[in-house]
């Protein structure tokens, strides 16, 4: 719109006050003024669709520039029956020559006659009066006008062949409003184009210059009309002046006094209509070639805009091309979307969906060569794209270099020219159609037999014609339409189509930006019934970039063909959907309109997007083809919608009972997959009277009959019980949700004005629609198409309930997942946190209090006690609650993920369970643990004890003698120190507690094998368990398995296997294999843990043994374990556990022997405490490198635990799901290509994860970043952060300890000069003391960072007192003589000479208590080992330096130190960082029970959600043959429950067959999505391709032809990371 400030100008429009009155025109013609053409275009249809008069010339009011207004009348098309015409007249109506007769007036406005109310009465027939202009009797008409003056309006009138017609044609009324001698502009341009002309005065107005004006329109060729409204003639001369200017037969003269106005009417009819009958040789003016005359008389034309020529010289370029080539076939210029090739993909893709024709060949065998056909589609499209005609060149190029409104006018001209082509061709073939129509309902009707064959050729006769009405159609969607297939075409076959491809990439850009400026955009073809979904897909992306995923409420219209949709949407919401260009929509256009800022809030919605579909047919005249069209267009349109419009003609459905029905089976298929679809029903073309009084009945009735649908559409689907009525599948209301709308026209067209009662129903319905907003939850733009895309291809797969793959749902489950993989991961990760704690108090504790230890951590006994564990898993969870309550709360799918919030919320706290069960299993292990090292730990304090006095004792001896160097100490060291382990190993039993491993695993073998003693024993008898090596099994037929002779086929069918096949011993040996593994699995975590060997252990390794045999058998009834196999297995297991037991018994005892622990721990302190106690020197320095060398063994031991824990969250970044997980995986098998790494991960997904992330840890800690391996920098950072803690921790207890020992000083000297005898002292003496005193008690302490400090300061103030003092007293004294001057300064020195004296055993002792309890949560230290290496130390004078000292060599460690060797080898890790992943990522493990492939979801119970992947396998690959024939197996599970082929499965040890759409009876709690293309799991298609030969070698399978030669890895692995994405 433009500014229109100049308003303020008009004196009238700024009076003050309540009682100022616009006049109704003023309003018009202000709305006209302030808007661009394109608004005036629609303002102008809208007013000639409403039968009212639209302004030809507009006077501009500041200006008085007059426009005409051509362009906005471009739109409007019309049409006609005359009586001397064949058939119907009409089109555009600029531009069809009419007969333009004008009406002016010459003299002042008269009250008795007013020429715009005669003009109506003229137009109007008597039995439909209207109001065509408005006149002073209207309401608001006698209201002073400010615009109007000058304006000339425009009506036409148009025959309808009836008897009362008052004209034979189509004739333009003009009418000049004002004075015609105030206009003489207009009224020269319309003297020139009109026909006749009437004009309205009285005798005193005729003057020189009013006679000039008469004597111009006197030329009309019709004549002049004076119509004199005096009641007499008092001016003759006048008259006979007037006579001889104008010709007589030109003239006629009219008196309207007197005369009543129907004879008026009549008069001004007769005069018009003879005047026309005595032309008719005459050629009517067009109002586009009046145009050309207002140019001439210096009127402006609207379309002489700069932007309108030029957008028109680009239309006309196309209109030039079509006029050329003679255009009569479509697929000539549009060869792209043509039956040759569009429609053949389409029906291609149609059926590799739904394989009707498939008949005996292989399902994948027939999707490559449906896919051939398609790529050959594409292929001929290309070619035709990169030339293609020289229409859609011209169109291409105009479309891309035209922006803004130049390319706005450009499409609006094309839009013209092509409705203008297809309305020639188009009404005859309309006519020709109703004609067949209502042939064939007579002939239904009339019900007699023999007459079948006459239906049919009408049938075909019809289907005949509605091709030639779809092949005449040509409009601008068709042009779009070829865009849109030029796009797929070429996005598809990218390699070949590189110099097109940038060129169409521009394509859906420019397709949503006029999606956004209002043009509609075709979502489904109607011609081809199939979805361009690569296009759509493309333009809509687009639109999400330009709009930002804008929140949508979805509006879709369902109704029988021409009923009044697309009015009633244009009518609602000024939309542009086609109703008048001769062709009704096809398919399914959208549309988007922007809410305004108040609607926004209200609504939480940003666009309504609406979605118009083509009239669906009438059933009686559909075919089996068109029905199965209407149920598709159905089904996509009330999928896609928030809310449905049902467009019903007349009070009862009728014609529309089949679509109901239809509608009822979408209803529940959409409810029954969780979404909440609304609907509304509008009766069209219902009377007000019929409506009200039978309403309520009406909706009786029509809600019972829903009712009926609801439950028989129920029963088909199998859903008989869930749902009764129809209110059960939505939210509907018979009373709200049922609109009655009047027919739209009041009276018979072409002449009948708009039902106002339409336009009140029409806004309450709208009202209705946006209070449903406030009730639906908005889609956005991104939902809406993940919506599309899923509701067509569960279409295309025709198994709607089954196979509708609601991305948005799985998109939200799939962030709810990654949520609860966040979550349990955060409690794992801070369980592991506060074992690592556990741990080190374990280690730390004294024999004596793990009893206590115990039960603070591990029991339960409430409510009296709540043990450690429990109360961190109820803080923890609480915590974790919190999160997943705001998850809920703040996600934007919480509608969609509310339904598992209970659900999960269950889950969090199961996890909670486990970790707490698993944290006190292992606080168990650990205890258990330490009780068994208590003996080994006395032992080792009486060697330590023992060895501390030899140390002693020899350095005491050795003083006596000559002073020796360090060499030669090292050397006698050394020669006693091998003298004393000499002497302690000879004291020791070594062999007195070992353990009987062959004894207690023969032990469990008897007791767990008992009833098969009669194998074991001879085999034992025959090899030894001691000799025993062999730690593998190869699977024999009949000794280790037999042919199941009670497994059946069928229950009547005899036995089917009565050998062992080559299958069954493969089975056998895979599962043998994984049972075995898994054995040495458990072995390898025992040993690890480095715990001490248990008869336990062998009893839990066998049992777990023969459970694993059971569930293989579960797994393989066809075939049974026989009891030799299960002896074999046990033996073979024992074997590797006898072996494993061994060494792991070994290591133990030689890593807690008491000697080996001396030599290995304690000779390096030793023989510093032995050099300290020979030289006698000052300690602290010895003292702590001695601490911190015992430091780093459990500094390590925390590092490795903490970098477990640090090295597993930051690999878990990177794979946060499983899906992450997975995907990584796969893709590296792809790029290794190693068919050996893909048979372990098809055998055992599991064991395939955990080894693949063993692999990837190591080389992620091996990683190079800035010169140092990932694992070194993690290292150093956590030995940076444990140096921090230990220092601290020693600095906070030197400062405390230094505190408490200042304090006991201080205190004891202030006591002892408190007490000192006053009158001993001379009066002098005595105020020095008392000033003394009270200096040292206001004496702040903490300044003080060392004794030393506080010693200087001692002897610094008594300096300063004595000075002080001699200068105040007669007798001087010298600090030499202080003592002598009597005992108040004795407790200085008292002080003074106590910090300086070494610290006692007792007070080192008391610093290493508080140090270890301190540190009791981070390191593993043991106090007695502590004190043994500093605690000897007896010469450690100041503990200041002593901790300086220590913190200096903690500074000085480093990763590289040999000392921390054991940190690079991760294998020795006794947490191992993939162990820690497997757990958190493994997730719910169950298998496809087709393909063995494992559920994705990282939640592993996911109670209430089933199971599902989104990458299946080829059958095959889970075992499957063909029956009888043991050929592969090579469809997908989505293929298998997409088509109609069968499968055998096993129910209670029954086999049993199903078909695959109804695999869910079988498998209930697993979701399949059907998918039988070509590149469904084309992954694993790529694997099976490339190594063939290998897979089937390995499974002893027959060899089928696989169609996957266009398949690469590259293609493939960016399949599965679209997948995954």
Not at 270 to 275: G, S, V, W, Y
Not at 571 to 582: D, E, P
Not at 1163 to 1186: H, I, V
Not at 1387 to 1414: G, M
Request: include cysteine; aromatic fraction near 8%; glycine fraction near 4%.
């Amino acid at each position: 719109f433009d500014d229109f400030d100049d308003f303020d100008d008009f004196d009238d429009f700024n009076q003050q006050g309540s009682c100022f009155k616009a006049h109704p025109m003023d309003s018009l013609l202000a709305l006209f003024h302030c808007s661009d053409n394109f608004l005036r275009q629609e303002l102008t249809n809208r007013l000639s669709t409403c039968q009212l008069a639209i302004p030809f010339l507009l006077p501009d009011p500041f200006s008085e520039e007059i426009s005409l207004s051509l362009w906005a009348m471009r739109t409007i098309s019309k049409e006609w029956k005359s009586k001397d015409e064949k058939g119907r007249s009409g089109g555009s109506i600029v531009c069809t020559p009419t007969p333009i007769v004008f009406f002016s007036r010459l003299a002042k406005k008269s009250t008795d006659w007013s020429k715009s109310n005669l003009l109506n009465e003229v137009i109007s027939t008597s039995d439909s009066p209207h109001n065509y202009f408005f006149h002073f009797h209207c309401d608001g008409g006698s209201t002073k006008s400010l615009l109007m003056d000058g304006l000339v309006e425009l009506c036409w009138y148009l025959p309808a062949d009836k008897p009362n017609d008052p004209f034979n044609q189509a004739i333009t009324f003009t009418n000049l409003r004002g004075d015609a001698l105030g206009h003489p502009k207009q009224t020269s341009f319309l003297s020139r184009v009109s026909f006749i002309n009437f004009v309205l005065l009285s005798e005193n107005d005729l003057d020189m210059d009013s006679m000039n004006i008469l004597a111009d329109l006197a030329k009309a060729p019709g004549g002049l009309v004076l119509m004199f409204i005096d009641k007499e003639f008092t001016r003759k001369e006048v008259m006979k002046e007037l006579l001889q200017t104008i010709p007589k037969e030109q003239l006629h003269r009219m008196k309207l006094s007197g005369k009543g106005a129907a004879d008026v009417k009549k008069a001004i009819r007769e005069q018009i209509n003879k005047k026309i009958a005595s032309c008719q040789t005459f050629n009517f003016l067009t109002i586009e070639k009046c145009a050309d005359v207002a140019r001439e008389t210096g009127i402006s034309i609207d379309e002489d805009d700069i932007e309108c020529v030029e957008g028109r010289k680009l239309a006309n370029e196309i209109q030039v091309e079509l006029s050329r080539t003679a255009f009569s076939d479509k697929d000539e210029v549009l060869p792209l979307q043509s039956r040759k090739l569009w429609h053949e993909w389409a029906k291609h893709d149609k059926e590799q969906h739904r394989k009707f024709n498939k008949g005996s060949k292989g399902n994948e065998e027939y999707n490559a060569e449906l896919d051939s056909e398609k790529l050959l589609v594409r292929v001929q499209q290309l070619s035709i794209a990169i030339s293609p005609s020289h229409l859609m060149k011209i169109f291409l190029s105009n479309l891309l270099k035209s922006k803004g409104k130049v390319r706005d006018y450009f499409l609006q001209w094309l839009k013209f020219i092509l409705d203008d082509h297809s309305k020639k061709k188009l009404p005859k073939l309309f006519r020709d159609y109703q004609d067949a129509r209502m042939e064939l309902l007579k002939v239904q009707r009339e019900h007699k037999t023999g007459r079948e064959e006459e239906k049919a050729q009408l049938k075909d006769k019809l289907d005949e014609l509605n091709e030639k009405l779809v092949h005449a159609s040509f409009g601008l969607e068709h042009l779009f339409r070829e865009i849109g297939q030029m796009y797929e075409a070429t996005i598809e076959q990218t390699s070949v189509s590189q110099g097109l491809t940038e060129q169409v990439h521009c394509l859906p850009k420019v397709a949503a930006e006029l999606l956004t400026s209002g043009y509609p955009l075709e979502l489904m073809d109607g011609d081809a019934s199939h979805v361009p979904l690569c296009w759509v897909t493309a333009v809509l992306n687009e639109v999400n970039k330009l709009l930002h995923d804008p929140r949508l409420f979805v509006l879709s219209v369902l109704g029988i063909q021409s009923t009044g949709k697309s009015t009633l949407l244009n009518t609602m919401f000024g939309l542009r959907f086609t109703v008048s260009a001769g062709r009704c929509t096809r398919g399914a256009f959208i549309q988007l309109l922007p809410f305004n800022d108040s609607l926004k809030k209200e609504t939480k919605c940003d666009y309504l997007l609406i979605v118009d579909t083509e009239g669906l047919r009438a059933p009686e005249l559909s075919s089996l083809e068109m029905q199965k069209h209407d149920n598709e267009l159905a089904t996509f349109v009330i999928g896609l919608a928030n809310v449905t419009m049902i467009n019903i003609f007349g009070e009862t459905p009728g014609d529309m009972d089949d679509i109901l029905q239809s509608a009822v089976h979408v209803f529940i298929r959409i409810h029954h997959v969780g979404l909440k679809p609304s609907c509304l029903f509008v009766h069209q073309n219902v009377g007000a009277v019929a409506g009200a009084s039978k309403g309520m009945m009406g909706r009786v009735n029509f809600q019972e009959k829903l009712n009926k649908m609801t439950r028989a559409a129920a029963k088909e689907e199998n859903l008989e019980g869930h749902y009764t009525m129809f209110s059960h599948v939505i939210d509907f209301n018979e009373e709200k949700d049922v609109s009655y709308f009047p027919g739209l026209w009041k009276g018979d067209p072409p002449m009948a004005p708009v039902n106002t009662g339409y336009s009140d129903s029409a806004l309450a319905l709208k009202s209705l629609l946006i209070d449903k907003t406030q009730n639906v939850t908005p889609c956005h733009l991104t939902e809406f198409l993940l919506r599309t895309e899923d509701l067509w291809k569960a279409i295309l797969d025709e198994n709607f309930i089954f196979s509708f793959k609601n991305t948005l749902e799985i998109t939200a489950y799939n962030r709810l997942d990654a949520k609860y993989g966040q979550l349990s991961w955060q409690f794992q990760k801070r369980m592991m946190e506060w074992l690592t704690e556990a741990e080190n108090r374990i280690g730390n504790s004294d024999i004596e209090k793990l009893s206590d230890l115990r039960k603070s951590l591990i029991i339960d006994a409430p409510p009296t006690h709540i043990s450690e564990i429990s109360k961190l898993g109820t803080k923890i969870h609480a915590d974790l609650q919190v999160e997943m309550k705001k998850f809920f709360q703040d996600d934007e799918q919480r509608d969609i993920i509310a339904q598992w919030q209970r659900r999960f919320e269950i889950r969090l706290d199961e996890v909670r369970k486990e970790q707490e069960a698993d944290l006190k299993e292992q606080c168990k292990v650990l205890i258990k643990a330490k009780q068994d090292l208590a003996k080994a730990d006395g032992m080792k304090q009486t060697h330590r004890d023992e060895l501390v006095h030899y140390v002693k004792d020899l350095a005491s001896d050795l003083k006596l003698g000559q002073k020796k160097s360090d060499k030669e100490l090292d050397e006698l060291f050394e020669d006693k120190w091998t003298d004393w382990m000499t002497e302690l190993k000879s004291s020791q039993h070594t062999d007195q507690n070992k353990p009987d491993i062959i004894g207690a695993l023969e032990t469990t073998l008897c007791d767990l094998l008992s009833s098969d003693q009669h194998l074991l024993n001879p085999k034992l008898t025959k090899l030894p368990l001691k000799r025993r090596k062999k730690t593998t099994l190869e699977v024999k037929a009949n000794d280790h398995i037999t042919a199941n002779r009670n497994f059946r086929l069928w229950k009547r069918e005899s036995n089917v296997f009565a050998q062992v096949q080559p299958v069954h011993i493969h089975n056998a040996q895979k599962e043998t294999d994984m049972i075995i593994s898994e054995a040495k699995e458990y072995l390898l975590k025992k040993k690890k843990a480095k715990a001490n060997f248990s008869p336990i252990f062998c009893r839990e390794l066998l049992q777990n043994l023969l459970e694993n045999i059971s569930s293989a058998q579960k797994k393989y009834p066809e075939f049974n374990f026989t009891s030799l196999y299960k002896v074999d297995m046990a033996l073979v297991v024992s074997a590797c556990a006898r072996m494993s037991f061994e060494e792991m018994s070994n290591e133990f005892r030689k890593m807690n022997d008491p000697v080996e622990y001396l030599e290995r721990e304690m000779k390096k302190p030793f023989c510093r405490l032995f050099k300290s106690q020979y030289n006698q020197t000052a300690q602290e320095k010895t003292a702590a490198y001695n601490l911190c060398e015992r430091l780093i063994a459990p500094i390590e031991k925390a590092m490795i635990s903490s970098l477990a824990n640090a090295v597993a969250d930051s690999v878990k970044t990177s794979f946060p799901t499983k899906r992450a997980l997975k995907l990584r995986i796969l893709t590296d098998l792809a790029n290794k290509q190693s068919f050996e790494d893909y048979c372990t991960y098809l055998e055992n997904v599991l064991r395939s994860i955990e080894m693949w992330l063993k692999l990837y840890i190591q080389q992620y800690c091996e990683e190079s970043i800035e010169g140092s391996t990932r694992l070194f920098r993690l290292a150093e950072t956590q030995l940076g952060s444990l140096v921090v803690k230990i220092s601290n921790t020693a600095k906070d207890i030197t400062f405390s300890f230094l505190k408490t020992s200042l304090k006991s000083v201080h205190q004891q000297m202030l006591q002892k000069i408190n007490v000192i005898e006053v009158k001993n002292l001379r009066e002098d003496v005595m105020a020095f003391t008392i000033k003394i005193y009270q200096q040292l008690r206001v004496l702040d302490l903490n300044t003080f960072k060392s004794l030393d400090t506080y010693c200087h300061y001692l002897e610094d103030s008594t300096q300063e007192w004595l000075k002080f003092y001699n200068k105040k007293s007669v007798e001087k004294i010298s600090l030499g003589n202080l003592k002598d001057m009597g005992c108040f300064l004795s407790p200085i020195l008292d002080a003074t000479n106590r910090v300086s004296s070494p610290l006692t055993k007792e007070e080192i002792s008391d610093w290493l208590r508080i140090f270890n309890d301190q540190l009791d949560r981070v390191l593993t230290l043991d106090l007695r080992e502590l004190c043994e290496v500093v605690g000897e130390f007896e010469n450690i004078k100041d503990l200041n330096n002593f901790t300086e000292e220590l913190c200096k060599n903690l500074a000085n460690l480093s990763v590289n130190d040999r000392e921390f060797d054991s940190i690079n080898d991760t294998e020795s890790w006794h947490k191992q960082p993939h162990e820690i992943l497997v757990k958190a990522l493994a997730g719910c493990c169950e298998q496809c029970p087709f393909c063995k492939e494992q559920c994705e979801l990282t939640n592993p119970s996911h109670s209430g959600k089933s199971h599902s992947t989104s990458l299946h396998r080829s059958l095959c690959l889970g075992g499957y043959r063909y029956e009888g024939s043991e050929k592969m197996v090579i469809d997908t599970c989505n293929a298998i429950v997409a088509g109609d082929g069968s499968f055998y499965y096993t129910d209670k040890g029954e086999r049993k067959k199903e078909l695959g759409r109804q695999y869910h009876r079988a498998f209930p709690t697993w979701v399949i999505h059907p998918d039988s293309s070509l590149e469904s799991a084309s992954y694993w298609k790529w694997f099976l391709y490339t190594y063939k030969t290998q897979f089937i070698s390995k499974h002893k399978m027959k060899e089928v032809h696989l169609p996957w030669s266009s398949f690469t890895a590259q293609k493939v692995k960016d399949d599965i990371t679209k997948l995954y994405a």
